[in-house]
Structures are given as structure tokens and as C-alpha cells.
């Protein structure tokens, strides 16, 4: 009810919309303004990581070798371009 009675959230869904059309994670959305604040890329990365080692690690060992070489090629592309405008 709170949140039906809200005028900031009556705002923001505009004059057609209800609350009663929402779905769950919409109406906790509008419920708690204060959204997650995003992890720094240095976290996303490491997580990123781990999960791809566990992919790696589930393939055969010849599928493993040739995925971890294209891997490490394109992530020195990668960091060949990030070092480029710095360097200019």
C-alpha cells in the first residue's frame, strides 16, 4: 500500500499505469530507490575470470589449449588497444 500511495511513484509511472500492473521486481525497483551501486571493473573482471577458467577447465585438453591461446591473443589485443590512446 505504501507504495501505491507513494506520489513519487505515482509520478513515475505516469497517469495510465497502476501498481497493480507491475511485476514484482518492477514494484521492489520503484520501492527501494537506492539501486545497487555497480561493482568496480576490477571485481567484474576477477569474477569474469573465474567463471572462464571453470569453462576451461570443463574441456577436453586439446579444445582447452587452442581456447586458452585465442583467449590470451585477444585479450593482448585488448590491452594493446587500451595502452593506444595513452600513448598518443
Do not use: H
Request: glycine content about 2%; aromatic content about 2%; charged content about 30%.
Amino acid at each position: 500500500m505504501k507504495l501505491a500511495d507513494s506520489p513519487e511513484v505515482r509520478a513515475a509511472l505516469g497517469k495510465n499505469d497502476t501498481v497493480s500492473d507491475l511485476s514484482l521486481r518492477a514494484a521492489l525497483a520503484l520501492a527501494n530507490r537506492n539501486p545497487p551501486q555497480p561493482k568496480p571493473p576490477s571485481e567484474e573482471y576477477d569474477r569474469a575470470e573465474g567463471s572462464l577458467v571453470k569453462k576451461l577447465e570443463a574441456l577436453s585438453p586439446d579444445t582447452a589449449e587452442a581456447a586458452a591461446s585465442e583467449t590470451v591473443e585477444r585479450l593482448n589485443e585488448a590491452v594493446a588497444r587500451i595502452k593506444k590512446p595513452a600513448a598518443a
